[in-house]
């Protein structure tokens, strides 16, 4: 998934670095310019023979019999479980060898790998694997998920596919890398006796040990700057539209308490209007102050005269003094205006002028509608 950048940046490390090494004198070039060699191990019934290629440009290249290869030495099979025996070899095999540490190439026999010619449609190209693996117990005896397989196209003419099925037992394979792993090496591929070493990998688990450290490094730094670019992403609009909402909702509070203090505002001023609007047709409905004295005046008897002529708590009240007090309540009632008349306490004399002294309350009556 990353080889369209991984790639890219793998060469302009390796220009990168020719011109860096040309920078530098001969005597130092030489040593940057020995190349790297890469090792074959062959697993053979009864020993392991280890080979090396010869670094590119100094013989032509190997074919598929193993030409261009020295072999180094033979590693015996026959006491697997002497490790050190075998490290020990190993070690005097690879004395002042430079080896690729990403060349390492495990080869199995012959006899352990089963080969199948097919014969498929065209179109199955496209998933050429998939489809390799649902047919593997069609063709051969291994079910998909008990072996190894790699292929190859050997021809392709109009709508027909022609391809090399390759497979080894899973436990056989797993087996040589293991031992391989034991003796101290990472291999990065397995492939068949007398086959060139990148021709199958029979083992995918180890190819995904092989890549360069750099190029992993660079995957994984690529793709925590992906996370970290999606987690942006995803991030910063939602912490915008948080501030935003946070903002709208600071806005919204401040309108809200703007509208209920003017609501409280227009509930006052409703309420001084409508006591107002009372009043006005309070005082519309009810007589004229002057209206009322003439009235009282007509029907009060000469013998009586009015200290006091006033409002309180929204009655009619009369106090003074009268030759006949007891008639006063009669006479009030008489008119229109006046309703409810009482005395507002007890009716005393006065023997110093001979007159009662009295005290009255009356209720003033609305003037009706016309």
């Not at 489809?131 to 196209?153: C, G, N």
Request: charged share 25%; proline share 6%; aromatic share 6%.
């Amino acid at each position: 998934m990353f080889e369209p950048i991984v790639n890219p940046v793998r060469r302009f490390f390796k220009w990168w670095g020719s011109e860096l090494k040309s920078c530098l004198p001969r005597t130092l070039r030489r040593l940057f310019d020995r190349k790297y060699s890469q090792l074959i191990v062959e697993f053979l019934d009864r020993q392991a023979v280890i080979r090396r290629t010869e670094p590119a440009g100094n013989t032509s290249s190997s074919g598929s019999t193993g030409q261009g290869s020295q072999v180094l030495g033979e590693i015996p099979l026959t006491n697997p479980s002497d490790l050190d025996r075998s490290r020990e070899v190993l070690r005097e095999c690879l004395d002042g060898v430079r080896l690729d540490p990403q060349g390492i190439v495990l080869r199995l026999p012959k006899s352990q790998v089963l080969r199948r010619t097919l014969d498929l449609p065209a179109a199955a190209l496209e998933n050429l694997r998939d489809v390799l693996s649902f047919e593997m117990d069609r063709h051969t005896p291994f079910k998909a998920e008990e072996v190894y397989f790699d292929h190859r196209i050997l021809s392709r003419r109009d709508d027909r596919l022609s391809v090399e099925l390759v497979m080894v037992p899973r436990v056989s394979a797993e087996k040589v890398v293991r031992l391989a792993c034991d003796w101290g090496l990472k291999p990065s591929r397995v492939g068949v006796e007398g086959e060139a070493p990148a021709s199958f990998r029979l083992y995918p688990d180890v190819s995904s040990g092989s890549r360069p450290r750099l190029a992993s490094a660079l995957t994984v730094a690529l793709a925590l700057v992906a996370i970290g670019l999606f987690a942006a992403a995803f991030y910063l609009p939602l912490e915008g539209k948080r501030q935003h909402l946070a903002l709208l909702q600071s806005e919204l509070a401040a309108a809200q308490k703007k509208a209920q203090k003017a609501q409280t505002v227009r509930e006052e001023v409703e309420q001084r209007l409508a006591s107002g609007a009372f009043l006005v047709e309070r005082k519309k409905n009810r007589p004229p102050i002057s209206q009322v004295m003439a009235e009282v005046t007509e029907l009060l008897p000469d013998h009586t005269w009015v200290l006091q002529f006033g409002w309180r708590e929204g009655r009619l009240v009369l106090a003074g003094y009268s030759g006949k007090a007891t008639e006063l309540i009669g006479l009030l009632e008489r008119s229109a205006l006046l309703d409810e008349v009482q005395f507002n306490s007890p009716v005393t004399a006065d023997p110093r002028i001979g007159l009662d002294r009295f005290n009255l309350t009356a209720t003033v009556a609305d003037t009706p509608e016309s």
